[in-house]
């Protein structure tokens, strides 16, 4: 099988071009300019079964950061695997507002970690920061604490549900992109192969924001900031919300497409 033939087997099976170089691309490890002056180079057979694999991988909604296995984020590459959500740009937003909240060694937590996203951008970009993270998940995090290793960044994580495993601790930033995905949206099917409890708590995807916001106060310093992530729809109730539990100064930030995506409200001074 050739570059070209490859490629036709791509088309037939209804998967992007763009996503058929770039899995023959990862897997030649070569990029894409080579794969275009090389459309006659011939595919050994078990290259070209282990495309064929990932082809009707793709064709089947298989996310493209699985079938490589890994994802850029914040000009980091990420290892992902089905136990974590692939990280989206749109969490860029939450990130970058976060390393304009830090401006020294204060102590910073990521709720709901994941592959470490938030947690590891944020200690990349701002290394003072003693930056930690919690994730129900143990499997998720192997992954997250395999990625901070690789990438040399010392970020302690823990095991436990939210607030749980924090118990008496206190920071000066608390971060969280939840599961905030109402149980009954229609898109849901379409992210079956990512992990449901990552991307949804069921009901109308407020409960997991609710037990962030009414946490927060036991393990914020006074004065400082919890930012958290939610639905293009949400940031009213979120808003309420922080409101409600006695957070001032509430601010929202929109996303790359203009979505209003990330929430933040300030704990009082003391």
């Not at 282990?50 to 000009?75: I, W």
């Not at 994941?114 to 994730?135: F, Q, T």
């Not at 001032?248 to 497409?257: F, I, K, V, Y």
Request: some cysteine; aromatic content about 6%.
């Amino acid at each position: 099988m050739t570059v070209a033939e490859a490629l036709a087997m791509a088309r037939e099976l209804g998967v992007d071009r763009l996503d058929a170089q770039l899995l023959l691309a990862a897997l030649l490890q070569q990029d894409r300019a080579w794969l275009i002056s090389h459309d006659d180079f011939a595919l050994s057979t078990g290259l070209a079964e282990r495309l064929r694999v990932q082809l009707q991988q793709r064709a089947k909604g298989v996310p493209f950061a699985y079938l490589v296995g890994e994802q850029e984020f914040h000009g980091l590459k990420l290892q992902v695997t089905p136990d974590t959500l692939v990280p989206r740009p749109d969490t860029e937003t939450l990130v970058d507002w976060a390393l304009e909240l830090l401006c020294g060694e204060e102590r910073v937590v990521d709720l709901g970690t994941g592959s470490g996203a938030i947690a590891l951008a944020i200690k990349h970009r701002h290394p003072a920061a003693r930056v930690e993270a919690v994730d129900l998940s143990a499997a998720a995090l192997k992954v997250a604490a395999a990625n901070a290793q690789r990438l040399g960044l010392d970020v302690q994580f823990h095991l436990g549900d939210w607030w749980q495993p924090l118990a008496g601790q206190r920071f000066e930033l608390i971060v969280s992109n939840p599961p905030y995905i109402a149980g009954a949206d229609p898109h849901l099917p379409a992210l079956r192969h990512e992990p449901l409890g990552a991307l949804t708590p069921g009901g109308d995807g407020l409960s997991a924001l609710q037990s962030i916001i009414d946490g927060a106060p036991n393990h914020l310093q006074p004065g400082r900031w919890l930012l958290l992530e939610h639905g293009y729809d949400q940031a009213e109730p979120v808003a309420a919300a922080l409101r409600a539990r006695g957070f001032t100064d509430l601010a929202l930030r929109h996303d790359l497409g203009g979505r209003p995506r990330v929430s933040a409200g300030r704990w009082p001074d003391a």
